[in-house]
């Protein structure tokens, strides 16, 4: 590929993934997750640092919004007789959505680049979830459903939701690539906003996350584990996934160790709090709520499936098909240890035995 091709499909696509064949280094993958900068040759005074107070603070309503969507979704797509597992809607939707954004990369570079960092990493991360999704398989393979059916069975049900996730959520991405590609010429590029809109957007953002904790305690007990208590972790589960993304995502090149360190540790975590949700002792119901806030929130918004996609996408060969398996691997051997020990050693249920507050 010549240098002007290069560049010219550089701003053109303005997505690490549609420009895959390009990638020879761990820092352009390690983009992925970074607002616009250089790479989108984008003049300098458009160019906002990883750490800027406006990229981290337009992540907080973003975590919020992104847990609100999935929980919305799950609650919407869970119950009897449902053809698809709910966390196929979540996903697809999520990676979807990161489509548009990675289309788009350069255009929310011209126009305020924090808000792409916001809509891939902050909503999209953590409407999807790579946790969730390796507890479902993990739950599957145990049948802690008690469904009647044979080990074969449970075999088949975490087989599937290995492979519909992932044909599901790489061809959502790429559908959402090709969508905002067709529609994009249609819709003018907007006027940058000014410097009071861009400090009022960060001061509104921060002010939207810091309103979490009053929700928490003034709305009614029982919305703690609907939502509230979720909603109050969310933003320190995405800022701990950006974190690691930008400081351990450059330093390999056959794998981004950032994302893989976040979705290992947010799964292990969530299979710890699924254990403790399950002790025959039940904890008290201010406790049950604060582990489904941690797991709904922190863990949800820890781990993300968008942007493991969108990774998988950029990847050459066999980098995409070994970062897969390790991370899959790696999420179901944490659960073994974690949750299958406790289950199989009969000191834990498999099932939530505390009660949540309902007044």
């Keep these: 590929m010549s240098l002007d091709l290069a560049s010219h499909q550089h701003s053109d ?8 064949q390009a990638i ?7 983009s992925i997750d970074r607002p616009p900068s250089e790479v989108e040759e984008l003049p300098p005074v458009k160019i906002y640092r990883p750490l800027s107070i406006h990229v ?11 847990v609100l969507a999935r929980l919305g979704l799950q609650a919407l797509t869970t ?8 966390l196929a809607y979540v996903q697809a939707t999520g ?9 788009m990369k350069v255009p929310f570079g011209n126009f305020y680049g924090p808000l792409y960092t916001a809509l891939t990493t902050g909503f999209c991360g953590s409407l999807t979830t790579f946790s969730g999704w390796q507890v479902d398989i993990f739950n599957s393979w145990v049948n802690s459903g008690q469904f009647y059916r044979s080990g074969l069975r449970d ?15 790489l061809a959502s991405l790429k559908f959402g690539i090709y969508v905002c590609g067709v529609a994009q010429p249609y819709f003018p590029a907007p006027r940058p906003p000014s410097k009071n809109v861009r400090y009022t957007l960060t001061i509104l953002a921060i002010l939207t996350y810091a309103a ?6 003034f709305l009614p007990h029982n919305f703690r584990h609907q939502a509230t208590a979720a909603l109050l972790f969310s933003f320190p589960g995405t800022l701990t996934r950006y974190l690691l993304s930008i400081n351990f995502n450059p330093r390999l090149k056959t794998m981004p160790l950032g994302t893989f360190m976040a979705n290992s540790l947010g799964t292990a975590l969530l299979g710890f709090f699924h254990v403790l949700q399950g002790l025959p002792s039940a904890v008290s119901p201010d406790t049950c709520s604060l582990l489904q806030g941690l797991g709904d929130g922190y863990c949800g918004c820890l781990t993300t499936i968008s942007t493991f996609a969108a990774e998988i996408g950029a990847l050459k060969g066999w980098k995409a098909v070994s970062y897969t398996i390790i991370s899959w691997i790696t999420g179901q051997l944490l659960l073994l240890v974690i949750m299958g020990s ?18």
């Design 13 to 20: 696509e303005g997505s690490i993934l549609v420009r895959h």
């Design 95 to 103: 990676c979807f959505i990161m489509g548009v954004g990675l289309r």
């Design 24 to 30: 020879e280094d761990a820092n352009s993958l390690a």
């Design 79 to 86: 119950y009897n007789g449902e053809s698809i597992f709910p």
């Design 56 to 66: 981290l603070a337009l992540l907080m309503p973003a975590s919020i919004f992104g």
């Design 212 to 217: 979490t904790l009053p929700a928490y305690f």
């Design 342 to 359: 406790s289950f199989w050693g009969g000191h834990v249920k498999e099932q939530v035995t505390c009660s949540f507050q309902t007044s």
């Design 155 to 169: 075999f088949m049900d975490g087989f599937t939701k290995t492979w519909v996730t992932l044909v599901l959520s």
